[in-house]
């Protein structure tokens, strides 16, 4: 029982909109809840007076796994919602929808949803805390945060050290989410992909650009590889997959023949045999399984320090 | 708030702790099923202190020992303007059929110990649960609980504080009351 802390947001709808100190206690935080999750009885009752949607505008497994998981071992009340078996289906607005939930006296919403900003919209209209699990190409900043938690387990502080992001840097919200935090913790980031699918203005967010996967693996301690979203390409934007895995997938000789031990990490799921084979996924470089356990009690830190900045009923 | 008037000095605060260590030793003899739990942070501090003593009067050294954290089962949750920082919980073992020591600096209100018991299940079913400490404010509690060893009993007023300082954390090991101005009251 010390130093009392506390977030600065309400709501975390991007790494963006946080600082370093909110990543920091989350951490720490998230660090208690991982000691609780593996425990014979992996609860405890912080949030049983706390009600949570779980709103997916957008398909998801483990994200809402891993949510619904946190919410449970905080004690919380959970309601589940995906658009696929809702009346969004029959033309309602997003804040109609949102604010039927919240009259059912709903304390925190979870939302992924496929447009960018949703989440920002939607803080605000409504008083509920709201938690971003993903919004079109923009952020998905508890992705983020588990991944740097993962990356500071596995190589300590992350200032100076170097993160490499291979793939679809375009497409992916988890990128974006990625270089915000890890630039927030003073690390250096390059990204690496095809030219077709890094976008146009990333300098500006002081991220350099390597097209040449060896030099990129060469140079960093960690490479995050991320997937390639057919499901966001509304066109072509490489050849095929097969020529993405030459140039752009990551094998075991690849990695055997760099001069150091790297990290490897998956923000899952994996397309085996395209971004990662088999044998350099399931390899001892890869923290792809820690980065699914650490994203429970991140999930945990993140959503009891947002509960409780709510005050008291 | 005054300046806190010493209630406890280093001396009499040390044979106090013999005194609890003996207490202790004088229950339980063998120290085989028995873990003795300090509650963070300062309950800790007490905990490895009687954890010492106890060790070095009896002669026995391995005794289980561990640390909770109560902070994720408190009922004050959100009703505190800004959440508490938790700390580390350290119980490697399961409670199952053991005999629990449970410690704490300062017997208040009993809702650090209510949540203290909460979480102590969670961690198996433990055979009894004793309670030890050093200062109890026996006019305050909010709850039916009571310590089963006592340090000093204080009878102060709601307002007043009450603060446990050790020698090596604060530089000297004493027991201090803090009582607000008349007019503060």
Redesign the interface.
Known sequence: MSTIQKLSTKHLLGIKYITEEDIHLIFETAKNFKEVINRPIKKVPSLRDVTIANLFFENSTRTKLSFELAEKRLSADVVNFSSSSSSVKKGESLLDTVNNILSMKVDMVVMRHPAPGAHFFLSQHIDANIINAGDGTHEHPTQALLDAFSMKERIGKLANKKILIVGDIMHSRVALSNIFCLQKLGAKVKVCGPPTLIPKNLAMLGVEVEYDLHKGLQWCDVANVLRIQLERQDIKYIPSLREYAQFYGIDKKLLDNLDKEIVLMHPGPINRGVELSSDAADSHHSIILQQVENGVAIRMAVLYLLASSRGGN | MSRGRTILKSKPFNLTLERLSHQIIETYADFSEVCIIGI???GVVLAERLLALIQNNSKQNNITFGKL?????RDD?????????????DINF?LDGKKVVLIDDVLYTGR?VHAAM??L????RASTIELVCLVDRRFNRHLPIKADYVGITVDSIDEAYVKVEWEHIDGADKVLLFTPKREQI
């Open positions: 963070q942070e300062r954290d109560i902070t994720f089962y949750f959100r009703s505190r303007e800004t959440p508490l920082k938790a700390s580390q919980t399961s650090s909460s979480a299940q969670d961690h198996g």
